[in-house]
């Protein structure tokens, strides 16, 4: 069964510094893995997605992650934090293959600190 | 474009009634799932359909929750009799083809009193 674990459930950074939110997954197959983004009282939105191409993804916004087999990783960055990056991030894993029920982590809550 | 559109936004409504649930989702999108959020639980995964044939409602919690796709463009979840227990926000997405992004609706806040 897929799993994925979010280190973190709040996490605060200055205005400008580094954003680090870390998502490590379980899965008994190559994975699929997302990135979404929710803001207060909307649903969430797509920030990126790995899909087994390159390992490091770009995705809006300025966030990238980086998918690290041996790590059973998939952080996500951003190398320097805004204000209307505050919001809960959400990690997620599918196992593809006609599979599409996705798993999402717990969240992480990010503060921007001005 | 059009999201997916999810009515009503907010419901309260006391023990015992029966709630609907409303979504439709992008035109073209193949797949459509259902998602209940609360703090304790997280996000969760209550049925998925695809070509408007539930695939796996493994995540329905009971006999009380149903859902139903009658046609590409509209989908409902029912239940009945609600509980306390079922206030939650509850939303909806679709997407376009198998493993393709999942777009979420801004979801239904729901109040059991």
């Known amino acids: 069964a897929q799993s994925v674990t979010q280190l973190g459930s709040h996490v605060s950074v200055s205005e400008g510094a580094l954003v680090l939110l870390r998502c490590n997954y379980s899965s008994s197959v190559p994975p699929y893995l997302f990135w979404y983004v929710q803001y207060p009282n909307q649903g969430l939105q797509l920030l990126l997605k790995y899909t087994s191409a390159a390992t490091l993804v770009k995705g809006i916004n300025g966030f990238e992650a980086e998918f690290k087999k041996s790590e059973t990783s998939f952080h996500l960055t951003k190398p320097s934090a805004h204000m209307s990056d505050a919001a809960e991030y959400f990690c997620?894993?599918?196992?593809?293959?006609?599979?599409?029920?996705?798993?999402f982590g717990t969240g992480t809550r990010l503060t921007i600190i001005p | 474009d059009a999201g997916v559109i999810q009515s009503p936004r907010h419901e309260v409504t006391e023990m015992g009634q029966e709630v609907t649930l409303r979504c439709k989702p992008i035109?073209?999108?193949?797949?459509l799932f259902w998602y209940r959020q609360t703090m304790m639980r997280g996000l969760e995964l209550l049925i998925y359909?695809?070509?408007?044939?539930?695939?796996?409602d493994s995540g329905m919690p009971e006999d009380r929750f149903s859902a139903k796709m009658p046609n590409a463009s509209f989908s409902t979840l029912k239940i009945q009799p609600s509980e306390p227990r079922d206030s939650a926000v509850y939303f909806c997405?679709?997407?376009?083809?198998?493993?393709?992004?999942?777009?979420f609706g801004d979801g239904t806040r729901l109040s059991i009193l």
């Open positions: 035109s073209g999108h193949n797949s």
């Open positions: 997620a894993v599918s196992e593809g293959f006609g599979n599409e029920k996705l798993t």
């Open positions: 997405a679709s997407s376009l083809a198998l493993m393709q992004p999942q777009h």
């Open positions: 359909f695809n070509n408007n044939v539930p695939i796996d």
